[in-house]
């Protein structure tokens, strides 16, 4: 469905990217994975023509997305919730989620706005308090449910794990399965809780200075111990039997 | 190995020809003027070539090169020009026995005052040169003085901020010398002592030459230190706060500096312009003037360098002088509807700055940032680098 | 009223908005406005233009000084701020550009000026627009309707900012443009509701102080470091602050050449505009952000014992 091919591109003159090639199928959940720095939020931002792109392809469903503004693309279908700010903090919860549904008519973002409270309960609770007044999980939250508000074809999620409690963090990649498996949203995410990601991901793209190191499937990506250990701080005990174990040594560390 | 070099030379000469291209327009202009107008408006104009030539390298200092937003340039023209204006007159007065307090600046007794001066210095051309350096340093001091006085609140503030304020100081800075009579007389102009008397009416083509020296000597300075390890610290400065900060560099003390130094210069020109027009009007030292036209000349001959400094002061006082002579016989239709052709100044002004910025940034001469070695060390360095390793 | 009251009113109306405009249009776009000096002057200009050809009362032209105002932040940003702001041009850059469109605006007001004094006898070089006024409660009229306009308008602005969708969207774009975009806002929009907003304002205040002050075609160029010592003295931050600033440095100007004048003489007089610069600076060195960096909303929960939210 979305398609990177080639892709070079940065910040100003600064060159992040190089070379780089990615799958997003449709309906799947793609996962990237990778150090600090190599460079898997500029690929997101280079969708949306966030970044500077020096050269290669986009497409989304066959169309060519390179050099459309970003408002543009939002209204294609394409929703994108950042790893840092990402919801607008001076704003009230609902006028966020109003914000977020920019294109729909009126009645449409009350409809959606009501649907996401009741995904969210929480945010019901606050809706009507400043969204910098949330915690860091009731953001993510919040995030996640503009991500949402206006019915998107693609999700571009990156990092939503970060800043969260075992607990929910665990649950919000239980919500982005599900966002595939109900909605049927495709979703290309980028994840520091590597292991999880694999785990519910379809395919996993390990991404290291700029460059692609690995594509395929992604639990595949979890039984190359050397990748794992070195790039994302995966150990692998000893397992019994056929299926390896796995044990999260550090969450998102640069492991060398 | 060298590579450097080829790509190096091929750029120098698309440089030169630029250069020799603007070069030549303005020579056409200024022959078209000689015999049109005769040599005596070439002369005006050299002289203001000089003396804004002389102010917009100091500006180009502060601004082109360390990166600070000077919107306040006229704030040490003012200075430089009141210096000239209140201290020397009155140190000849003194000396001369003549009233040189309070009342030496009012309309009743100024007026008198500087004639006797004048004929004194005019009848020794060894007085003139001696006051004519006393008026130099004593602008360039007092410069120094508001640059640092200036530079102790503002250094800290960020981009605007810092523009704006220097701005409001500039303008402050005008309204005190307009209304505190015994600086510079107030609403009334003062007069200054003239040290080119003794030339009689070749006044003006003396001129010509001593204020181009006092050009080129500053131009030949700023060189230097514009090359020196303190001129690619204000560079760094400029592209970049943050690495600057991590190099170990003092940016306050670095800025500083550059705000002293620029402020000097400015009003050594600010002082020459005085002692060119024989008064200090503090009504007439605009931000208009000192501020905006040297932006402008600046940003036309490319910020951070100081031959386009030269070019682009050349290039826009001849056509500012072209409205002013000009007005009545290419603007007619203009005066037909009782419209005075001198806006056209401003509108002038206005234009070139807003066509900079849209169409050609890098103003007539891109800076050329020149390796701190010459180029024969670099290669001897490579050369014997490359030695060693075989 | 006390005399300085009376028109130090009026002047500190026209400030705020010059100020709130200024303020508005930098947080928005990164661009310090130069031009709305010239803006100020040509809001002068229009109601000046309409009571002497026209006749009436100063009031009755302020929509066209409005659409004016808008006007030209309109040629301004589709002309020049625009690619600039799309090529990411530096601050400097940007308020060198708006110094630029400034400058040829007072040139055409110069030149109209000139025209108006050729063609119709009139001369706006020194106008004192107060003659046009008439007298409610032995003051000039100015004194409250203006103060009162200026207050609309920032009601009329505060409603367009919280309750419209547009204007969230504005504030959305002011604090994240990065999201707002991805949100499907469009920047673009954004920034020119914004010239139109500035625009007008700062038509508007023009024609507001030159109900205090004396009209000339340089009066903005004059007064610009005051509209901007009040937009910096408002911190830069919100617009409410940028007005606020204006309010104070144009009451405290007035106020302080009245008070010091009654104290020390009338020299000081020539002087009056040190009175807010040295205001400005002062309150930045306790203040560093302005007056909007004054925890108004801490202090005030702090007294009445609310629980703060946890604030990011
Ligand atoms: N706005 C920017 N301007 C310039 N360089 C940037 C910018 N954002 C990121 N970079 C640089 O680009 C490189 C890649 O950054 P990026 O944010 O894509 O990494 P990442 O893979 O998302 O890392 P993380 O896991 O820490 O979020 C880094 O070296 C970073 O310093
Ligand atoms: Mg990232």
Known sequence: MLTVKNLN???????????????????????????????????????????????????????????????????????????????????????????????????????????????????????????GTLSGGERRMLAIAMGLMKNPKLMLLDELSTDLAPIIAERVMVEVARMRDELGITILMVEQMARRALEIGDTAYLLVSGEVRYSGQADSLLHEPELCSMYLGIKQTAGKGGSAKLSVSDEGSENS | MITNESPGGKIKGLFSNRIVFVLAVILAFLAFLYFSRGISIILTILIQVTIFSIITMSLNLESGYAGIPQFGRVAAVIAGAFAVGAIPGRIMAAFMGLPAGAEYASDTVNFKLVPEINALLASSWLVSLGFLIMCLVLAALSGALIGWLISRPAIRLKEGYLGISMLAIGDFFMWVGHNWNIIVGGSTPVNVPDPFRVFGTDRFTVIVPVFFVIAILIFIYLNKLTQSPFGRNLRMLRDNDLSANAAGLNIVKVRTQALVIGAAIAAIGGGLYVIYTGSVAAIGLTRLTFTFWPWAYMMLGGIGSNIGVFLGVFLLTILRTMIIIFRSTWFGFLLQVGIDPLWLEYTLLGAVIIIVILFMPHGLVPEKIAPMLPSKRIKKVLADRQAVSK | MAPWMSSGLIYASGLAMTAGSITLLYIVTRTFNFAVASMATIGFIVVYTGVSLYGGLPYQYYPFVLIIGAITGVICYYGLNRPLLYRKAAETTLMMSTLGYDLILLSLIQMYSDYLTYTFKLFPRRVTMSVFDFELYGESAATFILPITAIACLTILHFFLTKTKFGIAMRATIENPTLAGASGINSDRVYLVSWIISGSMAALGGSFMAMAMTGTPVMGMVTIPLMFAGAILGGLGNIYGGILGGMVIGLTEYAGVYFLAKQFGPWILGYRMGIPLFIMAATLLVFPRGLSGIPLGKIIKNLFGQKRGASA
């Open chain 1, 9 to 131: 591109s940065g910040y100003g003159k600064l060159q992040v990217l190089y070379d780089l090639n990615i799958e997003v199928p449709e309906k799947g959940l793609t996962v990237v994975v990778g150090p600090n720095g190599a460079g898997k939020t500029t690929l997101l931002c280079s969708i949306m023509n966030i970044a500077t792109v020096f050269s290669g392809e986009i497409t989304f469903g066959g169309e060519p997305l390179t050099g459309v503004v970003t408002h543009k693309l939002a209204q294609k279908g394409i929703s994108y919730v950042p790893q840092m700010g990402n919801v607008f903090a001076e704003l009230t919860v609902l006028d966020n989620l109003h914000m977020a549904g920019y294109m729909l008519s009126k009645a449409e973002a009350n409809d959606k706005a009501a649907q996401m409270t009741e995904i969210f309960p929480v945010l019901k609770k606050f809706i009507h308090r400043l969204a």
